[in-house]
């Protein structure tokens, strides 16, 4: 029978998603796996796949529109099925969705709405098909502003007494006439909701270690005249986790409620920053790869996750991450859990510092890296074994690429 696809829930928390376009059109034969449509969240743009084999009878949600998650975007048929098969199936979805009002607009562009309190009904797009693009907000912005520039300051109504207006007014409201509320957008809802969550429900305990790196800034600056891909520290760091990870095994687990899982490869998520909040896309089977693969695939990440052209598969799963502000210079942080890893390091900046060596004082560049973990399914002494396994390799780094 024809197979109706469903806009998937591509990002925890998501409650809609976009069309960005189509991979395919009616008439094409696809199978299991293959791409049909880039989704677009406010997060990043998903390349999504085929769940089933068969031809695509009909596009629900066309390129530009925006769906509930769950809602039809096309049907899939066998051979001999025809158009009322595709309505039997639809059960009559695909006219109700006809029937609603639809604004062409993207998920970022209905959050710059927002933030702006535009009203996107009112709003002509000059975009594809009538679409609503970033540079229609901004003109009729710019109407606004010279609007009230013309007209001056508003009229006012009789003044009320002090006291009356702050009855009248919500707290959040009462701020400072200077102050400005940000309306929060679904992705820091996102964000916030993880993160409550996971200090609520998550027993973290930390520990600190400092990491000698001369040998490794050394090593770098050698390796990097003559690389194509140019290595980071932080390269070194998810490379020495995967190879403490090897040396303690025990600790490459997370909680569940049945039990432990324990994972057979190491894949780690590393913390980048992006213009619409953090994003912890996950390098996989890091144990198996060499340092220049490494840093190939992390800047490849890092730079996909800032235009939003993530895939789906790159954002599940990792049982561990890493999240690094050296490069503002922090010397040492605390990171939180993200659910359900079972770990997160927090990388600091390398500074000169006085250490002894053979019972002589001399300088070093010296690095603070906090483990944050789940003492539901780490100990601390398990945690401390881990954490020391990693100093040892950040120490020795050439005994991790020979």
Known sequence: MAWVVRMPSVLAGATEAAIASWLVAPGDTVAV???????????????????????????????????????????????????????????????????????????????????????????????????????????????????????????????????????????????SAADTLIPHTPIRRAIARRLTESMATTPHFYLTTECVVDELLGLRKRINETAPVKVSVNDFVIMAAAAAFQDVPEANVTWSDEGLVAHASVDVSIAVATDDGLVTPVLRGVEAKRLSVIAAEAQSLAQRARDRRLLQHELEGGAFSISNLGMYGTLEFSAIINP???????????????????????????????????????????????????????????????
């Open 340 to 402: 359900p890893q079972s770990g997160i390091l927090a990388v600091g900046a390398a500074r000169p510092q006085a250490v002894v060596v053979d019972g002589a004082v001399t300088v070093a560049n010296v690095m603070r890296c906090t483990l944050s973990a789940d003492h539901r399914a780490i100990d601390g002494a398990l945690a401390a074994r881990w954490l020391a396994a990693f100093t040892t390799r950040i120490q020795g780094p050439l005994g991790m690429i020979v």
């Open 33 to 175: 796996g293959d791409p049909l449509a880039e989704i677009e969240t406010e997060k990043a743009i998903i390349e999504y796949g085929a769940e089933e084999s068969g031809v695509v009878g009909r596009i629900v949600l066309a390129a530009g529109e925006v769906g509930e998650i769950g809602a039809p975007i096309a049907v899939l048929v066998k051979d001999g099925e025809t158009d009322a098969d595709i309505d039997a199936a639809l059960g009559g979805q695909a006219t109700q969705a006809a029937s609603q009002t639809r604004i062409f607009a993207s998920p970022i562009v209905r959050k710059m709405a927002r933030e702006k309190g535009i009203a996107l009904a009112a709003i002509a797009g000059t975009g594809p098909n009538g679409r609503i693009v970033r540079r229609d907000l901004e003109r009729l912005a710019d109407q606004r502003l010279r609007t009230a520039g013309e007209a001056g300051q508003p009229d006012q109504a009789a003044p009320q007494p002090a006291a009356a207006q702050a009855a009248q007014q919500p707290a959040a409201a009462q701020a």
